[in-house]
């Protein structure tokens, strides 16, 4: 069974820029589709981005577009989440999850990471 580890997460300014990764260990990575999801306190846990085991398609919900990248590396077996012009309303704790498809709903994500959590201060 894969196992996934979140890091990256910071106190950062509102403008600045971060990256997170999510390292796999355990499973076949290339075989997973992976996503970014975010939750905030007494908040559902919402998606921000996935990508196709392959890396050829990337989803992005409308608050990130444009902002985020989704990437990954399947030789490392890691996914990335590079986060440019941060804001205060991205702060949340960051998880990243494996699945067969990428789909906005948390139900068809089989694995989890513990999260990261990243404060944007105004």
């Known amino acids: 069974q894969v196992q996934l580890v979140e890091s990256g997460g910071a106190l950062v300014q509102a403008g600045d820029s971060l990256r997170l990764s999510c390292a796999a260990s355990g499973g076949t990575f290339s075989s997973y589709a992976m996503g970014w999801f975010r939750q905030s306190p007494r908040k559902d846990r919402d998606f921000v981005a996935g990508?196709?085991?392959?890396?050829?398609?990337?989803y992005y919900t409308d608050s990130v577009k444009g902002r985020f990248t989704i990437s990954r590396d399947n030789a490392k077996n890691t996914v990335y989440l590079q986060m440019n012009s941060l804001k205060p309303e991205d702060t949340a704790v960051y998880f990243c999850a494996a699945g067969r498809y990428v789909v906005v709903g948390t139900d068809q994500w089989h694995t989890w990471g513990q999260g990261t959590q990243v404060t944007v201060s105004s």
């Open positions: 990508i196709s085991w392959s890396g050829g398609s990337t």
